[in-house]
């Protein structure tokens, strides 16, 4: 594995001379303390970010449940509503009828 470094030149210049193995490795924990935080500042974001969506969902979830509930007591009084008209119509029906069999017999005597 191919590791760069970018130093400034004032970091290079005081860097000559050193071994750069052995100032690797004494900066290593830091690298490793430091890349750790980040990953967890990165975690801590996107947990952040899961739980708005999630409070999202859920008040999407609430206003379908709402609507789911509105939507069957909408039906359910539908139904009772065709009910109703059918039974209704039916007497009217049969109203006409009656009146159609008086008006034959009072034309058709």
């Known amino acids: 594995m191919k ?3 970018i130093l400034p030149r ?3 210049k005081a860097l000559r001379g050193k ?10 924990p830091k690298v490793e303390e430091t890349l750790k935080a980040e990953r967890e500042d990165l975690l801590r974001d996107k947990v952040s970010k899961l739980e708005e969506k999630l409070r999202e969902m859920d008040g999407e979830i609430e206003e379908l449940r709402e609507f789911y509930e509105k939507a069957l007591r909408d039906k359910e009084f ?3 509503e065709r009910d109703r008209l059918r ?3 039916a007497e009217l029906r049969k ?6 069999r008086e008006l034959e ?4 005597s």
């Open 19 to 28: 071994d750069i193995a052995s100032v690797l490795r004494e900066n290593l």
């Open 78 to 80: 539908m139904m009772a």
């Open 95 to 100: 109203r006409v009828e009656e009146k159609r």
């Open 87 to 89: 039974v209704e119509n």
């Open 3 to 5: 590791v760069e470094l």
């Open 105 to 108: 017999k009072v034309h058709g």
């Open 10 to 12: 004032e970091k290079l």
